[in-house]
T-cell receptor
Framework: DAMVIQNPRYQVTQFGKPVTLSCSQT?????MYWYQQKSSQAPKLLFH???????NEADTPDNFQSRRPNTSFCFLDIRSPGLGDAAMYLC???????????FGPGTRLLVL | DAKTTQPPSMDCAEGRAANLPCNHS???????VYWYRQIHSQGPQYIIH???NNETNEMASLIITEDRKSSTLILPHATLRDTAVYYC??????????????FGQGTELSVKP
């Protein structure tokens, strides 16, 4: 089945140690999104790629960056994780900007 | 900010219809109403969306009022697996906006035996 895959499902990192989360998709969608969801809160968009064009949300901290080496993969890099970055990170894809977004299962990040 | 208002929680008996309301009084003419749900510790799952006509799919029905200021998601025969947080989202579909989803706090639906 075509799908959005996130690995790992759980990631533990140390305070200040760079960490990368990965997302892949078999849907061949043009757009890939990264959302952050903190405990008991709603998901919040960090940034998205339309093909290779990167679009950052105005309030996304500089500590968060992203790479999309090809259509199928997109990475979320947290350069120096703080305790406040512990959250569920959700990847989503859509065929185009106007199309429905489909989410992966998420990666839960724990910062020690 | 999210443009929707939903009750924070609702209960529903298993096998009965679950009717989840959503207010979106400031919706614009070109904005769609989307519904997603999120089961605990999973990614949001798309349910249904609509512009002004009522919509139905294998999961649910979406009823949008004629003035488009509110809508209701209907799960016709709720099961225990429908227990989740349900998000109603007003989505502007424009290239520049990237079709972003702005989630509100949602409604936590508990389906009880």
């Amino acid at each position: 089945d075509a799908m959005v895959i996130q690995n790992p499902r759980y990631q533990v990192t140390q305070f200040g140690k760079p960490v990368t989360l990965s997302c892949s998709q078999t849907l061949n969608h043009n757009v890939m999104y990264w959302y952050q969801q903190k405990s008991s809160q709603a998901p919040k968009l960090l940034f998205h790629y339309y093909d290779k064009d990167f679009n950052n949300e105005a309030d996304t901290p500089d500590n968060f960056q992203s790479r999309r080496p090809n259509t199928s993969f997109c990475f979320l890099d947290i350069r120096s994780p703080g305790l406040g970055d512990a959250a569920m990170y959700l990847c989503a894809t859509s065929r185009d900007n106007q199309e429905t977004q489909y989410f992966g299962p998420g990666t839960r990040l724990l910062v020690l | 900010d999210a443009k929707t208002t939903q009750p924070p929680s609702m209960d529903c008996a298993e096998g009965r219809a679950a009717n989840l309301p959503c207010n979106h009084s400031t919706i614009s003419g070109n904005e769609y109403v989307y519904w997603y749900r999120q089961i605990h510790s999973q990614g949001p799952q798309y349910i249904i969306h609509g512009l002004k006509n009522n919509e139905t799919n294998e999961m649910a029905s979406l009823i949008i009022t004629e003035d488009r200021k509110s809508s209701t998601l209907i799960l016709p025969h709720a099961t225990l697996r429908d227990t989740a947080v349900y998000y109603c989202i007003v989505r502007l579909l424009s290239y520049n906006q990237g079709g972003k989803l702005i989630f509100g706090q949602g409604t936590e639906l508990s389906v009880k035996p």
